[in-house]
C-alpha cells in the first residue's frame, strides 16, 4: 500500500522511483551513497534493493543513537555482533572463517567481539572476513550515519577506504542527509582524510515536485477507493517529502475528514521536527535560545545580516561574525536550512513552519 507509513520493502508499494532503484541495485562502486533528507525515503529504497537483490547482508540503522551524546566503539561494534550472529544462523560456514579473525571469539555457533584492548576487532577485518567468505557480494549498509560523527575511541574512515581500495566482494551501502554525511563523516572533500578523492556513486532522493506530489497522492487514493480531489492544498500545506505526504494519505484513510488528518500530520511533523532538533541542540545548552531564534528568523528565507540582527536585538549586545557563520553553517550540516542563492532558507516547508510559529 502507497500509504503505509512505515519503510516500504516492495516496489510496488514505492511511488516512482524506478530509476534510483535500478541504480541502487548495480552497487556499482565500494562505497555506494543514498543521500537525501529525512522521510524521503532512503531507507525504503535500501530495503526494497535487499530485497530484490537477495545478496547475503548487514544492515544496521545508526539512528538509534540519535539521542545520545556519543556513541563508543562498543555500543556500534555490538551491533554489528548481533547482526552477524543472524548471518551466521543462515550461513554456518561463516564460523569456521571468523575463528581466525584477531578479536573475534567464537564459542559454539557463536561469535563475539572485543570492543577494546589488545585484542580489539579492527573493522577493516570485519570486513575482510566477510570479503573472503561471498560468493557473489554481501552487502553492509549504515544508516544515517552522520550519527557516527559522534563516535568516540574509533575512527572507522580509514577501514572505510581500506574496504573501498581492496575489497572486492563487500559492497558498503551508506546513508544520511547529504551535508551531514559528505562533509561532516566522510571528509570527502578535505584532502588531508582517508575517503578524499575516492569516486562513490551517489544516489540522491529529492522531496517530489508538485506534480509528482499530486500524482503520488492519487495513485495512493486511488489504489484505496477512496475519492479525493484536495491535492494542491496537500501539497501547499505539507510540501513534496514523501514522508508527510504518506502520512497525511494514512490519516485520512482512516478518517475521511481532511481538517483533521492535516492537524494530525502538522503536529506529528511538529513533534518529530522539534526532537531532531533538541537531539541536535543536546551538547550546545548555551547557545539553545539563540539556535532558535536563528531558525526562527530564517523560518522565510533571510540572509546572514538578519540573523546577526536578530540575534543582536535578542541580547542587546555584538555577536561576533564567526559565530553567527559557526551556528549558520552547523544548521546546514544537519540539513535543517541551505543556501540558496545567497539566502538561507529551510530545507523543508514544514521546518520553516514549525520555527515561524514558536516564540
Ligand atoms: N517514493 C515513495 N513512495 C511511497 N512511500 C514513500 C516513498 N518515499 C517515502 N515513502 C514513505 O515515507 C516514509 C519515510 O520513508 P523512509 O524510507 O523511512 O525515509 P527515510 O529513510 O529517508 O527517512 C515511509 O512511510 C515510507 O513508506
Ligand atoms: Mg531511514
Redesign the pocket.
Known sequence: M???????SSRK?????EEELERLKKLSSPINLVL????????????ICLNELNLPSIYIDLRKFEDKGYITYKDFILDFEEKVNRLVKSFPELINLMKRVRGIKVLGNEVSFFWSGKNVLKFSDLLEVLDGWADDKVVVVL??VQELIKLRGYDLLPSLAYAFDNLKKVRIVL?GSKMGLLYRFLKVYDVKTPLYGRAFSRIE?KP?MRDEAIS?LKA?FEELKIPFDRFEEVYEKLGG???????FG?KYSEYRDFDRSLAETLNIARKLILEEFENFLKDKEIAKKRYYTVMKTLSKGGRWNDVKRALEAMESVRVSDSIISNYLNKLCEISFIEKYYGEYRPTDPLIGWVFSSIN
Open positions: 502507497l500509504f503505509s507509513p512505515e519503510p516500504k508499494d514505492f511511488f516512482d522511483k537525501g533528507l529525512r522521510r524521503t525515503g532512503k531507507s525504503s529504497l535500501i530495503r544508516e544515517e546513508s532522493l517530489l503520488f495512493g517529502i514523501p514522508g508527510w505526504l504518506t502520512y494514512f
